[in-house]
């Protein structure tokens, strides 16, 4: 299965990317949780520095726009397969930005993917 980061990562039930967190974990995927806010969910500790995770596959993206931008370097430091930018996430210079390090950027909602088996 693939290992999977999301950043933007919450404890609150009513955020999306608890609902992925969740979601991941019931399809058998490895998650690391990053934020700006340290918690506990699913018994994993929500990170908040910018660990060198290693076998990251995909990271799927809970930040508006305006909050990527520290995050640019690191995740292409994390060298992964591709970065899932989910409603409302959508930025086309850092999009621009990861295909030409040879990341997939994708526009979709990880929610959708693992429902239709196309995660």
Do not use: W
């Not at 370097?73 to 409302?88: E, M, Q, T």
């Amino acid at each position: 299965m693939k290992k999977t980061l999301i950043i933007g990562a919450s404890s609150n039930p009513d955020r999306y990317s608890y609902k992925a967190a969740q979601r991941l974990l019931a399809y058998g995927h490895e998650i690391e949780l990053l934020a700006k806010r340290s918690d506990v969910v699913f018994g994993q500790t929500i990170d908040i520095e910018k660990k060198e995770y290693e076998d990251i596959d995909t990271i799927t993206l809970y930040l508006s726009e305006k909050f990527q931008a520290e995050y640019y370097d690191y995740i292409i430091s994390l060298n992964p397969r591709r970065v899932i930018f989910n409603p409302g996430t959508e930025n086309p210079d850092f999009e621009k930005l990861l295909v030409e390090n040879d990341i997939i950027a994708e526009e979709a909602c990880t929610l959708v993917l693992l429902a239709t088996g196309q995660y």
